[in-house]
């Protein structure tokens, strides 16, 4: 699922980047890669999501979260 669908607080894991090399980059450099585990702080209706990486906070575009496949952790 696209981590844009989850709700705040949901903790998931990184499944794929739908993306080009320069998207994949731009992740990797916040610490979003696949098989990483992450926290969504925020997501509302409209606007950026914001997600917590391994303890720093990053915003996403909505269009960016899109494309980031996330499996949920219990």
Do not use: N, T, Y
């Amino acid at each position: 699922m696209p981590l844009a669908m989850l709700l705040p607080g949901c903790r998931a894991k990184v499944v794929a980047l739908c993306g080009g090399r320069e998207f994949k980059r731009r992740l990797a450099s916040m610490g979003i890669l696949p098989g990483s585990e992450l926290v969504l702080v925020r997501c509302g209706a409209a606007g950026p999501v914001i997600v917590e990486v391994r303890g720093s906070q990053f915003i996403l575009g909505r269009g960016m979260a899109q494309r980031v496949l996330v499996e949920r952790l219990p």
